[in-house]
Nanobody, 127 residues
């Protein structure tokens, strides 16, 4: 499974960007997809996720009300609409997919629930 993220770039504070992520490969199951980000010198952190079977959406507190995750399960594609961007949103944004079914109800805010990761797309927000 390959994941390709795109849509990153440079924007001024208050601006918007839309990220896309497409999962491709031979036949695979896709139970959930998520976005994580890593700023320079910091650990990777969760941003947003979508769990397909019940359309459950997850957001980090830091992006609630500003970012919107959406997607098309049939196309294995996910989007992240980012509005009111702040300099602290500057990071490399990576997408991930859960392709192996887990027991119970996995928390898609946790990175180890994902099986495949993309390379990431860089977002830079200037003040």
């Amino acid at each position: 499974v390959q994941l390709q993220a795109s849509g990153g770039g440079m924007v001024q504070a208050g601006g918007s960007l839309r990220l896309s992520c497409e999962a491709s490969g031979r036949t695979f199951s896709n139970y959930a997809m998520g976005w994580f980000r890593q700023a320079p010198g910091k650990e990777r952190e969760f941003v947003a996720a979508i769990r397909w079977y019940d359309d459950r959406l997850y957001y980090a507190d830091s992006v609630k009300g500003r970012f919107t995750i959406s997607g098309d399960h049939a196309k294995n594609t996910m989007y992240l609409q980012m509005n009111s961007l702040k300099p602290e949103d500057t990071a490399v944004y990576s997408c991930a997919a859960q392709t192996r079914k887990r027991a119970g109800t996995p928390d898609m805010r946790v990175s180890f629930e994902y099986d495949y990761w993309g390379q990431g797309t860089k977002v830079t927000v200037s003040s």
